[in-house]
């Protein structure tokens, strides 16, 4: 499989690695947002979100909490914002489940999503469609 992230994995690519460990890498992206913008991946190929199991999600996402603060504490941020895109109309381009983790800092400039109030206003509706139907 051609997957640029499982070469980043197996050392087919250069990379600065972060931290590693026997199931999850972080890596610094190539072109960041901001100063320490990383990603979080599992060595083992999952397309997005949705295909990983629960238990490695669980995996996952301790350690993204341990070391989220820390990479933002290295850069002196003032904050930083973890995200995942799954799906190309969510912007996923690398088909390798990865977890953003984004240092921010005042005044950084950066924008993220936004819609306006009349789309809120109808999602409004929609969600007390929704109440009480996820399993
Ligand atoms: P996505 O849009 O799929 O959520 O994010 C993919 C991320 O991977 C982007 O932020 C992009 O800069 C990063 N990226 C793409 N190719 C490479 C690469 O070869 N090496 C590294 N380190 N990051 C990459
Ligand atoms: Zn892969």
Same mark, same amino acid.
């Given at each position: 499989m051609d997957c640029l992230f499982c070469k980043i994995v197996n050392k087919e690519l250069p990379s600065k690695v972060l931290y590693e460990d026997d199931k999850f890498v972080c890596?610094? %992206?190539?072109?960041p947002h901001t100063k320490g913008h990383c990603l979080v991946i599992p060595k083992e190929h999952a397309e997005n979100f949705t295909a990983l199991d629960n238990d490695t999600v669980g995996e996952f996402a301790k350690l993204v909490h341990?070391?989220?603060?820390?990479?933002a504490?290295?850069?002196k941020a %003032?904050?930083?914002n973890v995200g995942m895109n799954n799906g190309a109309?969510?912007?996923?381009?690398?088909?390798?489940v990865h977890w953003?983790?984004?240092p921010r800092y005042r005044n950084d400039g950066l924008e993220y999503w936004g819609i306006n109030?009349?789309?809120v206003s109808k999602l409004d509706e929609r969600f007390t469609e929704l109440d009480g139907k996820i399993k």
């Open positions: 890596f610094m %992206d190539i072109n341990r070391i989220a603060p820390q990479v504490g290295m850069m %003032d904050a930083y109309a969510a912007g996923q381009v690398i088909g390798h953003h983790i984004i109030e009349e789309e």
